[in-house]
C-alpha cells in the first residue's frame, strides 16, 4: 500500500511538472450536468493550442492546456481546482469556466485575487456583463440580455405587441425571462405575465390556467425541451390557450417537434449560430482531430486562441499585460482571421500589424469583453427546425 | 353571451381539469382508505404501487404495439390493463408475504408498518427506475381530443370555449364505473360485507368464522387493481415520469383524510375536493370577471388568489383546517 502511494505521489508529481513555456488552463465541467458537452469543449481548446504549436510562430516557446473540472455546479470544488491551477500549475491564463455560477466563483474567488485573465465560453448569466472584473473577465458566449434583445426585435419585426412569458424557475430562466422583458417592453410592447413554472412536474394546466387568463399573442417558454418546457406548450395546446410559442436557445432540438406534434408548427426561436465560413471550417478541423462540432466547442477554441494571440501581440504571457490586447484582436480593424489560420494571425501581430479575429464561431467582443453574440432564427416547419435567419 | 363565455373558460380551465385529476386521486385514496381500514396501516408506497402499475401496463403496450395491435380511436394502453392490474397485484402479493405478513404476526404497531411501508416505496421506486429508466414516458397513441376549444368555438360563436381530450372522457368514465362497481361489492355482496366487518371490528369477524387471510388478500387485489387504473389514467392523461408519484402522495393522503379516512366514501368525494379547491384557489379570475361584472368595474390585475407555485401547500392547507376542525374527516373515518 504504502509503495502504492509513493508511485501515485511520483506521478502526480510528475504529471504536474510539465516543462512548457506557457499553460492554459481548461477548467470546464467533465463531471456535473452538462459532462456531456465539456470533451468536445475540451477538444476545442486544445485544437486551438495544437494550430499554434504547429505553426511554430509563437515566439514564447511550446504551449500546453492543463484541464481541470469545474464540476458546472460545486463552486468549492471549482474554485479549489482554479486555485490549484494557478498555484501549482503556474498557468497563464484560464479558458473557463463553464457555467455561470462556478464562472462568478472563480472570478471574484481566485481570478481576481491572483489577476488571472479569464475567457469562459459558454456562461450566458447577463449579471456576468456587470460583474466587476479588473478587465480580467471574457466571454466568447454570448449574453442572455443580448438574446432578449434578439428575441424582441423577432417579436417587433412579427407585429407582436402583447407577450406572456413562462420561464423555468433557476437563474437561467430568471435572466432571460427578465431580458425578454426590458427589451419588449423598451420597444413599446406588452408583457400581459410573466410567471415561474417548476421543472419535473406531472401537470402544468393550473399554469397554463394563469397564462391564459393573461392572454397574449405568442408565448414564450423559457425552459428546457425535456422538462417543464415541454409540458407546459403540451397543457397550453390541450387547453386551447396559446397557437404559437416563442422558444430561446434552452428550447431548441430535435425531440421538441417530434414529441409535440403538428401543434409547434408555426413557433419560431433562436438559438446561438452563425453563418460565417469559420463555423464550416472549425466543423471540418473537428471532424480532422477526431471531434464532434458539439455546443459551444466553437467557443472554447476561440477562447484559447484569443488568450494566445494577445499574449503574441504584447509580447508577454503576463495577465497583467496581455489582457489589454483581447479586445483589440477580436475586432475590427485588421486582417480577418478564420480557424486554421493562427499560424498566420500569429506572423502578423508578430509584425506589429492589426488583425481582426473572427475564429469559428464569429467573435465581436462588446461591453467590457463578451461576445455580441449570434444567432439563428429558428421556425418550426412540418415538425422540423428550420434555420430561416441569422442576426 | 358573456355568461356563457365565463361558464366556458371555468369548465376548460378548473371544472374539466379538476373532475379529471380528482378522478385520478380519489382512485388513489380509495387504495389508501381501503388499507387503511382493512389491514390498519398507512401505506406509503401506494404511489409508488400506481407507477408500477402503469409501467407494466406501459411495457405491455409497447409489446402489443410492436405486433401492430390498436384499439382504434381509444389509446392501446387500455387493452392491456388488465394484464398490467394482475402484475401489480402479484407484486402487492409478493410485498405483502415477505414484508408485511411478518408484523401482522408479531402484531406490531401501526407505526411500524408505516415505515416498513416507506421502506417498500423506496424499494418499488428503485426496482420501477431500473426497469424503465427515470425519463417520461407519453404512450397516448388514441385521437387526442374528442372535440377541441377551435371547434366548440366555431359550433356555438362564443369567445371562450372548452375542450375536452379523450383521456378526460375515459378518465371520468372509467373512475364512476369502478367505483360504482366497489361500492356494490362492499355493499351488496357477502365478501364486500365481510371486509366491512373484519375493518369493523376485527375479533367479533375472526369469531364468526370470517378468513382474516381472505379479507386480506382481497384488499391488496382491490388496491393493487385501482392503483393500476390510477396510475395509467395518469399517465395517459398527463404523462408518466416516475419522480411524480411521491409529489402525488400528499394530494392522496389530503383526498383520504379529508374525506374520513377508512371511509371508501370519503375517500372518493375528498379526491374532487382537493383537486378542485387546487385550481379554485389558484386559478386567476381576471377575465371571468371581465365577463361577469359591468364594463366599468373590469379588473385590471390578474385576480389570483395564490400564485400557482403554491399547488401543493392547498391541500396541505386543507389537511391541516380538516384535521383541526373535524379530526375524523367530513365522511365521519376512524380517527388517526
Not at chain 1, 313 to 321: F, L, R
Request: aromatic share 10%; proline share 3%.
Amino acid at each position: 500500500m504504502k509503495k502504492l502511494i509513493t508511485t501515485l505521489l511520483a506521478l502526480c508529481l510528475t504529471t504536474t511538472a510539465s516543462f512548457s513555456d506557457v499553460k492554459l488552463g481548461i477548467i470546464i465541467g467533465f463531471t456535473g450536468p452538462i459532462e456531456s458537452l465539456t470533451p468536445d469543449m475540451a477538444a476545442g481548446a486544445e485544437l486551438a493550442i495544437d494550430e499554434v504549436n504547429k505553426s511554430g510562430s509563437f515566439s514564447m516557446g511550446n504551449v500546453s492546456g492543463i484541464r481541470a473540472d469545474s464540476t458546472c455546479i460545486d463552486s468549492s470544488a471549482a474554485t479549489a481546482a482554479a486555485e490549484r491551477l494557478i498555484t501549482s500549475d503556474k498557468v497563464n491564463g484560464i479558458m473557463g469556466a463553464d457555467c455561470s455560477g462556478v464562472t462568478t466563483a472563480i472570478l471574484q474567488q481566485v481570478a481576481m485575487a491572483n489577476g488571472m485573465v479569464m475567457v469562459s465560453p459558454s456562461a450566458t448569466s447577463p449579471a456576468l456583463s456587470t460583474v466587476e472584473d479588473n478587465n480580467l473577465f471574457f466571454r466568447t458566449a454570448p449574453s442572455d440580455a443580448r438574446q432578449g434583445q434578439v428575441i424582441a426585435d423577432i417579436l417587433q419585426e412579427k407585429g407582436m405587441k402583447n407577450v406572456a412569458i413562462s420561464y423555468v424557475n433557476n437563474d437561467y430562466g430568471k435572466g432571460l425571462a427578465a431580458s425578454i422583458e426590458e427589451n419588449h417592453k423598451a420597444a413599446g410592447g406588452t408583457v400581459t405575465i410573466s410567471a415561474p413554472h417548476e421543472d419535473d412536474k406531472g401537470d402544468y394546466s393550473a399554469e397554463v390556467g394563469a397564462l391564459a387568463q393573461a392572454g397574449g399573442d405568442i408565448l414564450i417558454v423559457a425552459g428546457y425541451l425535456n422538462s417543464g418546457g415541454k409540458g407546459i406548450i403540451q397543457a397550453s395546446l390541450d387547453a386551447g390557450a396559446f397557437d404559437q410559442f416563442f422558444l430561446p436557445d434552452g428550447m431548441i432540438g430535435e425531440s421538441l417537434p417530434n414529441d409535440i406534434g403538428s401543434g409547434l408548427n408555426g413557433s419560431i426561436g433562436t438559438v446561438p449560430g452563425t453563418d460565417s465560413p469559420g463555423a464550416a471550417t472549425f466543423g471540418d478541423l473537428a471532424k480532422a482531430a477526431g471531434f464532434k462540432n458539439g455546443p459551444f466547442a466553437m467557443e472554447s477554441y476561440d477562447a484559447a486562441a484569443l488568450m494566445l494571440l494577445a499574449m503574441e501581440a504584447t509580447k508577454s504571457s503576463d495577465s497583467q499585460v496581455y489582457k489589454f490586447a483581447i479586445d483589440e484582436i477580436a475586432n475590427a480593424p485588421g486582417e480577418k482571421i478564420y480557424p486554421g489560420e493562427l499560424g498566420k494571425a500569429l506572423d502578423l501581430v508578430k509584425a506589429g500589424k492589426d488583425i481582426d479575429y473572427v475564429g469559428a464561431s464569429a467573435v465581436e467582443l462588446v461591453g467590457g469583453g463578451e461576445s455580441a453574440g449570434n444567432y439563428a432564427q429558428i421556425e418550426v416547419q412540418n415538425g422540423k427546425n428550420e434555420t430561416v435567419a441569422y442576426r | 353571451m358573456d355568461f356563457f363565455n365565463a361558464i366556458a373558460l371555468i369548465t376548460n380551465f378548473i371544472l374539466l381539469p379538476g373532475l379529471t385529476y380528482g378522478s385520478q386521486l380519489a382512485l388513489g385514496a380509495l387504495g389508501v382508505t381501503l388499507i387503511y381500514a382493512v389491514l390498519r396501516f398507512s401505506n406509503f408506497a401506494h404511489g409508488e404501487i400506481m407507477s408500477f402499475g402503469a409501467m407494466v401496463c406501459i411495457l405491455f403496450t409497447w409489446l402489443g404495439q410492436s405486433y401492430g395491435v390498436s384499439f382504434g380511436f381509444l389509446p392501446t394502453a387500455l387493452l392491456f390493463v388488465p394484464v398490467a392490474m394482475i402484475f401489480t397485484i402479484l407484486y402487492c402479493m409478493l410485498i405483502e408475504k415477505f414484508v408485511f405478513s411478518y408484523y401482522r404476526k408479531k402484531k406490531s404497531n401501526p407505526i411500524i408498518f408505516l415505515i416498513a411501508s416507506i421502506g417498500v416505496m423506496f424499494f418499488t421506486a428503485g426496482l420501477i427506475r431500473f426497469i424503465i429508466g427515470p425519463s417520461d414516458q407519453s404512450f397516448n397513441d388514441g385521437v387526442r381530443f374528442i372535440f377541441t376549444v377551435r371547434e366548440f368555438k366555431t359550433l356555438t360563436g362564443l369567445n371562450e370555449g372548452f375542450g375536452l381530450k379523450t383521456s378526460q372522457a375515459i378518465t371520468i368514465l372509467t373512475t364512476i364505473i369502478l367505483c360504482s362497481l366497489l361500492f356494490f361489492f362492499l355493499n351488496s355482496t357477502r365478501t364486500g360485507k365481510s371486509m366491512r366487518a373484519f375493518s369493523d371490528n376485527e375479533d367479533l369477524a375472526l369469531l364468526s368464522g370470517i378468513d382474516p387471510n381472505k379479507v386480506v388478500l382481497l384488499t391488496w387485489i382491490i388496491a393493487g387493481g385501482l392503483a393500476t387504473f390510477a396510475g395509467v389514467l395518469y399517465g395517459l392523461d398527463k404523462i408518466y415520469k416516475p419522480f411524480i408519484f411521491l409529489q402525488m402522495l400528499l394530494p392522496i393522503f389530503s383526498a383520504a383524510i379529508v374525506g374520513g379516512v377508512g371511509n371508501p366514501l370519503g375517500a372518493f368525494i375528498g379526491g374532487y375536493i382537493i383537486a378542485l379547491s387546487e385550481l379554485f384557489v389558484t386559478f386567476a379570475y381576471k377575465k371571468v370577471l371581465g365577463y361577469l361584472l359591468p364594463e366599468n368595474l373590469e379588473p385590471t390585475t390578474m385576480m389570483q388568489f395564490l400564485s400557482t407555485d403554491y399547488k401543493f401547500a392547498v391541500s396541505f392547507i386543507i389537511l391541516v383546517i380538516v384535521l383541526i376542525i373535524k379530526p375524523t374527516g367530513i365522511f365521519s373515518g376512524k380517527t388517526i
